[in-house]
């Protein structure tokens, strides 16, 4: 096991230097995942933990089952992870986490924390966004815990701006090779008003090896900051119709994960929750009556004041998929005064994860 866990090591701890565009080449042409040799995830989670070990534990959350009464699913749910993990060249030179240490933020920590939360929870699909170390870091060890990967950067990406950086953010998705095969993959670049814009989303419709079901799953990441309400609104729109097409109005069941930047009392939560795609919010179902959104799924402190807003959502086909169960949130004894990202969770944004059964045939 030495060799192994050895090379292992030299993987997660690798650090790059050089000039971004040097970086992205490089890995443009790295090896396929698929023929590198396969990992363990636990062993993978012991070096994340080995690397971790001057660092608080990390926080434990747990599912809340949300199975109504009746016949449930014979195959096994699919569990979907959301999670904006922050860019690290946006956490380190542009986000300005006035309560949180610099040393919180490097790189070679930072990624052990988020892997080993994605480890946790074994998702069946990850859907990420502000995604910056696709080539060098969550392709390579994703590709080799038996995921595919999609990776759809912006176009002009601020991550860019900043010195150091390792190039473009944007969406990642990846799933589980051993459970689902691809049928067709499209990549969104959101248009508003008629124009291109910088926001993108990632499409991809997936058979179920075990039952033969279809079903799309989407990534997205919309325009952030007050003041971009009608922008979100319009690229809400156009993903709408996107998926529309996708799914042939709605034939195929749909999952949609995403950074919203937008609370529930925008017009582009409304657009989703009142769309012919029939869609709801899984974790509204987490609410006593079922309806309300959690508090906050983001809580920081910048430099203009503290932050603490609902922005990310998994969307899903209510008449075909049922949620069985929910991961809970951080409290907010748990989060900290300091909020995030911290020394124990390496993102502003929390993961949500859902387990999605499809709705027996009539």
Known sequence: MGNGTSRLYSALTKTLDGSPAAQHLE?????????????DPKELLEECRAVLHTRPPRFQRGFVDLRADGPSSSHAPIRVMQWNILAQALGEGKDNFVQCPLEALKWEERKCLILEEILAYQPDILCLQEVD?????????????????????????????V??????DGCALFFLQNRFKLVNSANIRLTAMTLKTNQVAIAQTLECKESSRQFCIAVTHLKARTGWERFRSAQGCDLLQNLQNITQGAKIPLIVCGDFNAEPTEEVYRHFASSSLNLNSAYKLLSADGQSEPPYTTWKIRTSGESRHTLDYIWYSKHALSVRSALALLTEEQIGPNRLPSFNYPSDHLSLVCDFSFNEEP
């Open 163 to 168: 010195e150091h950086n390792n190039g473009p």
């Open 27 to 39: 890995y443009l042409g790295a090896p396929d995942p698929e023929q590198l040799e396969p990992i």
């Open 133 to 161: 170390h696709y080539f060098d870091t969550f392709r390579p060890l994703l590709g080799r815990l038996g995921y595919q990967g999609t990776f759809f950067p912006k176009p002009w990406s601020p991550c860019l701006d």
